[in-house]
């Protein structure tokens, strides 16, 4: 055979098969997904994750203590639940419920299960009757009690503290597993304290047996008083450490960041009943802070 024509037919196959593997080229981005054309077959993009927090619950339910019952904040040694800083309905106040659900609504769809002198050992029975209530949100506020005893060494153990609050948030989570939950860091007791001891009348009230392993003995400045008043602080800080590490593990669970128990309560705030319990004006700051945190974009630091 002739070279030339040899050399022809080389090259008249090799342009056969540059145009197939063209071809084929081409069908393959066509069908790729990464570099499909919009509208085209190929992978779609996938939806954006739905938030596990809201920001705007529906309804609030509320468990804790003497607090969140409102007590001394109306009158002498007795619960006010309507200046409640969760769910009272006291336009002063206006509570988290107020805010976020506005003053009807929170009305019908908000509950207080919180019980005046209630320590955490009794928070998964609270926990239990929230969740009935089939709340979007329950407000946590409990531990005072545990740190308020006759004496330091009646104060509740921090292990004992823990294994109540994980217990709690078991029991509502058996029952109500996408019920979110704020939870308050304990007051400053020794703040309390010090900004207290400053009104005669309140301090009478304590000799009735208030929060004895802080406030008894008030005047008194001696080492073993200092001591007392220290001790019951660091255990107060300990819960708050319990309440923020167990929250932490809760996707639909946020802490307060410390807020309430650095909150600098004066006399302003206090009851003018006894000088211990929030009064009116303390119960609208708890809300603020409650409000900011539940609202927020992301869990205070």
Not at 12 to 37: E, I, R
Not at 114 to 122: C, D, F, L, M
Not at 276 to 292: D, M, S
Request: hydrophobic share 40%; charged share 25%; aromatic share 6%.
């Amino acid at each position: 055979m002739p070279e030339h024509r040899t050399r022809r037919r080389v090259r008249g196959a090799a342009a056969a098969l540059a145009a197939v593997a063209l071809a084929g080229a081409a069908l393959t981005g066509c069908t790729s997904g990464t570099d499909a054309a919009p509208g085209r077959t190929g992978s779609a993009p996938s939806p954006s994750p739905t938030p596990l927090w809201n920001a705007s619950p529906g309804s609030v339910a509320a468990v804790g203590d003497s607090i969140t019952r409102g007590f001394d904040a109306c009158s002498v040694l007795a619960d006010c639940p309507e200046v409640s800083w969760a769910t009272g309905t006291d336009d002063g106040v206006r509570s988290l419920a107020v805010r976020l659900l506005g003053a009807s609504k929170a009305a019908s769809h908000s509950w207080n299960h919180a019980e005046s002198g209630a320590r955490i050992a009794q928070l998964p029975e609270q926990m239990a009757l929230a969740a009935k209530d089939r709340p979007e949100l329950v407000t946590v506020m409990i531990g005072a009690n545990d740190a308020c005893r006759d004496s330091v060494p009646l104060m509740t153990p921090v292990e004992d503290f823990r294994a109540s609050f994980e217990a709690s948030m078991r029991q509502l989570r058996s029952a109500a597993p996408k019920a979110q939950v704020y939870v308050s860091s304990v007051p400053d007791l020794k703040r309390l304290w010090s900004t207290g001891r400053e009104n005669p009348l309140g301090k009478q009230i304590w000799k009735l047996g208030i929060c004895r392993s802080m406030l008894g003995d008030a005047d008194d400045m001696g080492p073993a008083a200092i001591a007392r008043r220290d001790a019951v602080r660091e255990r107060v800080v300990a819960y708050n450490g319990v309440l923020r590490d167990v929250c932490a593990r809760d996707e639909r669970c946020r802490y307060d960041g410390g807020a309430v128990f650095d909150y600098r309560f004066t006399g302003e705030q206090l009851s003018e009943w006894d000088w211990f319990h929030p009064g009116r004006n303390g119960q609208a700051r708890l809300a603020e802070i409650a409000y900011r945190a539940v609202t927020a974009a992301g869990p205070p630091a």
